[in-house]
Nanobody, 123 residues
Framework: QVQLVESGGGLVQAGGSLRLSCAAS????????MGWFRQTPGKEREFVAA????????YYADSVKGRFTISRDNAKNTVYLQMNNLEPEDTAAYYC????????????????WGQGTQVTVSS
């Protein structure tokens, strides 16, 4: 079992930045692919970014490429999402996800999910 706890959400003006963090409970964190998804009311959860177990490979949704950066610190069991040049369209609840298979994670079928953290971008 892996417990994931997100933090770092909040209210920011358009063009601003936020960094989300996701702390994982398990010591085998370094064996899991990690990712971020987001969801707004009435819409399906969408993929934002993912990173493989070592941090060597990263993946991004087209809508965030060049603005968001995913990274991980396996010594701290933590994955980060640095979000720059935020837009009102980025407003959503952001969820951290973990899975032993990166392809499963990126498809939105992760075994483990956090409780979410709200990001609100004002225009």
């Amino acid at each position: 079992q892996v417990q994931l706890v997100e933090s770092g959400g909040g209210l920011v003006q358009a063009g601003g930045s936020l960094r989300l963090s996701c702390a994982a409970s398990r010591r085998t964190f370094s064996s899991y692919a990690m990712g971020w998804f987001r969801q707004t009311p009435g819409k399906e959860r969408e993929f934002v970014a993912a990173i493989n177990y070592s941090g060597a490979n990263t993946y991004y949704a087209d809508s965030v490429k060049g603005r968001f950066t995913i990274s991980r610190d396996n010594a701290k069991n933590t994955v980060y999402l640095q979000m720059n040049n935020l837009e009102p369209e980025d407003t959503a609840a952001y969820y951290c996800a973990a899975d032993s298979l990166g392809i499963t994670l990126r498809a939105g079928r992760s075994a483990y999910w956090g409780q979410g953290t709200q990001v609100t971008v004002s225009s």
